[in-house]
């Protein structure tokens, strides 16, 4: 009997110890939170346990990056009404123009001397010497049968007399897809005119006016001509078709470019040229395979030549030598913001017979606007 009870306050005893160790020791555990997060050090894999501490900073560098590179896709406004809203820049630089013109017009004699004077204002403006006594002579005569000589009726009269001189000429880009194929624009002219930029800029105003755009970099001479333009192209959410080597063949690039973009359905293709001298024969031929191994994928809609509008007369000797190349089509002016000699607009589109359909007025990338000649003139009078 002894032995039994001995053998139940064993038994009782060791529940009791048990318990104890069940219940009291994980209580204790939890008493305390665990440390935050961002307080413990960051666990060692297994594969960096015994790595060394440059090993560690070669790995961390090869992590990929969420953030790095980057680049957020824009909406770039409407093209519709930019000439209007950059008004304002235009009319700071063209000013003097008009205001010289105004204030000859608006003396009580109007001489010989004065008419004169009157022609020289425009020829330094590079309206040209041909347009220049065009638009003196018919001033003269509707100065003499209308008898104007109020400020008012002045302003008025030289306003028409200039955008009769801007002409009438359909200035619309052809930069719809037609017939399943998408619109071709050929972006031509020299160095230093601005031509990728206007490129990635025509882009922008084509993509927020909700087309579609592909851009192809058949600039293959210049190294970052195909970095710059594909830079303008990610900020939008255009492509670039690019070679893949510096020095590639041009027309080839661009073949592809259309290739691609016929089969991606897009609206329109620009393709960005090498800058080229108008005096340099092998290189101008080039330009014209361009558009000729194009155009067996697909028509040229646009052969758009980028000019420089501070280049005065210089710039209508190119425009003559690349007309004859590519048959251009339109007419972009750029740096018009910076210059007083708007002029140009009314000579190059008398020399060539094209219209100025996009005018570069400013370096931000939405003063790319399409040209309005009563907005353009009304800028120079004031």
Same mark, same amino acid.
């Given at each position: 009997?002894?032995?039994?009870?001995?053998?139940?306050?064993?038994?009782?005893?060791?529940?009791?110890?048990?318990?104890?160790?069940?219940?009291?020791?994980?209580?204790?555990? /939890?008493?305390?939170?665990?440390?935050?997060?961002?307080?413990?050090?960051?666990?060692?894999? @297994?594969?960096?346990?015994?790595?060394?501490?440059?090993?560690?900073?070669?790995?961390?560098?090869?992590?990929?990056?969420?953030?790095?590179? *980057?680049?957020? $896709?824009?909406? @770039?406004?409407?093209?519709?009404?930019?000439?209007?809203?950059? /008004?304002?820049?235009?009319?700071?630089?063209?000013?003097?123009?008009?205001?010289?013109?105004?204030?000859?017009?608006? /003396?009580?004699?109007?001489? +010989?001397?004065?008419? +004169?004077?009157?022609?020289? $204002?425009?020829?330094?403006?590079?309206?040209?010497?041909?347009?220049?006594?065009?638009?003196?002579?018919?001033?003269?005569?509707?100065?003499? *049968?209308?008898?104007?000589?109020?400020?008012?009726?002045?302003?008025?009269?030289?306003? +028409?007399?200039?955008?009769?001189?801007?002409?009438?000429?359909?200035?619309?880009?052809?930069?719809?897809?037609?017939?399943?194929?998408?619109?071709?624009?050929?972006?031509?002219?020299?160095?230093?005119?601005?031509?990728?930029?206007?490129?990635?800029?025509?882009?922008?105003?084509?993509?927020?006016?909700?087309?579609?755009?592909?851009?192809?970099?058949?600039?293959?001479?210049?190294?970052?001509?195909?970095?710059?333009?594909?830079?303008?192209?990610?900020?939008?959410?255009?492509?670039? $078709?690019?070679?893949? /080597?510096?020095?590639?063949?041009?027309?080839?690039?661009?073949?592809?470019?259309?290739?691609?973009?016929?089969?991606?359905?897009?609206?329109?293709?620009?393709?960005?040229?090498?800058?080229?001298?108008?005096?340099?024969?092998?290189?101008?031929?080039?330009?014209?395979? %361009?558009?000729?191994?194009?155009?067996?994928?697909?028509?040229?809609?646009?052969?758009?030549?980028?000019?420089?509008?501070?280049?005065?007369?210089?710039?209508?000797?190119?425009?003559?030598?690349?007309?004859?190349? $590519?048959? %251009?089509?339109?007419?972009?002016?750029?740096?018009?913001?910076?210059?007083?000699?708007?002029?140009? %607009?009314?000579? *190059?589109?008398?020399?060539?017979?094209?219209?100025?359909?996009? %005018?570069?007025?400013?370096?931000?990338?939405?003063?790319?606007?399409?040209?309005?000649?009563?907005?353009?003139?009304?800028?120079?009078?004031?």
């Amino acid at each position: 009997m002894e032995y039994v009870i001995l053998i139940i306050v064993i038994a009782v005893l060791a529940l009791s110890t048990g318990g104890w160790l069940l219940f009291v020791r994980p209580r204790r555990g /939890r008493v305390s939170a665990p440390p935050a997060p961002s307080s413990l050090p960051a666990k060692a894999t @297994p594969s960096q346990a015994g790595a060394t501490a440059p090993e560690q900073a070669a790995a961390e560098a090869g992590k990929p990056q969420a953030t790095a590179g *980057v680049i957020e $896709v824009e909406r @770039p406004p409407p093209s519709a009404g930019r000439m209007v809203r950059l /008004r304002a820049r235009l009319a700071r630089s063209q000013g003097s123009v008009g205001s010289a013109l105004l204030n000859l017009l608006s /003396r009580d004699r109007l001489d +010989d001397e004065t008419w +004169d004077e009157i022609e020289e $204002v425009l020829i330094t403006a590079d309206v040209g010497v041909v347009p220049a006594r065009l638009m003196v002579d018919d001033l003269k005569t509707k100065v003499k *049968v209308l008898g104007v000589r109020g400020p008012a009726e002045v302003k008025n009269l030289l306003r +028409d007399e200039l955008i009769y001189q801007l002409g009438d000429e359909d200035r619309s880009l052809r930069t719809a897809k037609h017939n399943g194929t998408p619109a071709v624009v050929l972006m031509v002219g020299v160095n230093g005119t601005g031509k990728t930029t206007t490129v990635g800029k025509l882009a922008r105003a084509l993509i927020g006016d909700g087309e579609t755009v592909l851009l192809g970099a058949a600039d293959t001479f210049r190294a970052a001509a195909a970095d710059q333009l594909q830079t303008w192209g990610e900020r939008v959410g255009a492509k670039t $078709v690019r070679a893949d /080597r510096d020095g590639a063949d041009p027309a080839s690039v661009a073949f592809e470019a259309v290739s691609e973009g016929i089969e991606t359905g897009v609206d329109a293709v620009i393709i960005d040229t090498a800058g080229r001298l108008h005096t340099k024969v092998g290189l101008m031929d080039e330009l014209g395979k %361009v558009k000729r191994v194009v155009e067996k994928k697909a028509p040229v809609d646009e052969v758009l030549l980028v000019l420089d509008a501070t280049t005065g007369q210089n710039g209508l000797r190119q425009a003559r030598v690349f007309a004859e190349v $590519v048959d %251009v089509t339109g007419i972009v002016l750029t740096k018009l913001d910076g210059t007083a000699k708007g002029g140009i %607009v009314i000579a *190059v589109q008398r020399e060539l017979g094209v219209p100025v359909k996009l %005018v570069g007025l400013g370096e931000g990338p939405d003063d790319l606007a399409p040209f309005d000649p009563a907005a353009f003139v009304d800028a120079i009078l004031g």
